[in-house]
């Protein structure tokens, strides 16, 4: 069963924008950390960004601090990834996760929101690809 959902990714030219958007069908979804992961072919899964329950702490991977920008919205069950100024190097498929237990472990740091073993939902991912 699909918990996560999804959307948003396409082609879009280097420079441009995206914004991708991931639904959970979970009511414990205003209880969770929410992260953003990326796969491109070949590579291992990566960490992108991740939000706590509350919207309250963010984390960015280097590689995207200052371009992207995670929010979510806990009224529709939903976290987004607005992505400016894309480069090719962000092509890949992305994909949301659900960290159930963050809320509860006293602390939320990047060392948690990084660690992709410390999330229970997968979604199935968007593609995004960027043209040069």
């Known amino acids: 069963q699909v918990y996560l959902v999804e959307s948003g990714g396409g082609l879009v030219h280097h420079g441009g924008s995206l914004r991708l958007s991931c639904v959970s069908s979970?009511?414990?979804?205003?209880?969770?950390?929410m992260a953003w992961f990326r796969q491109a072919a070949e590579n291992d899964r990566e960490f992108v960004a991740a939000i706590s329950w509350n919207g309250n702490t963010v984390y960015y991977a280097d590689a995207v601090n200052g371009r992207f920008t995670i929010s979510r919205d806990n009224s529709k069950n939903t976290v987004y990834l607005q992505m400016n100024n894309l480069k090719s190097e962000d092509t890949a498929r992305y994909f949301c996760?659900?960290?159930?237990?963050?809320?509860?472990?006293?602390?939320?740091?990047?060392?948690?929101?990084?660690?992709?073993?410390?999330?229970?939902?997968w979604g199935r991912g968007t593609q995004v690809t960027v043209s040069s």
């Open positions: 996760a659900a960290d159930l237990a963050a809320m509860y472990a006293g602390s939320y740091t990047l060392t948690t929101a990084r660690d992709k073993k410390n999330y229970d939902y």
């Open positions: 979970k009511h414990t979804f205003k209880d969770s950390a």
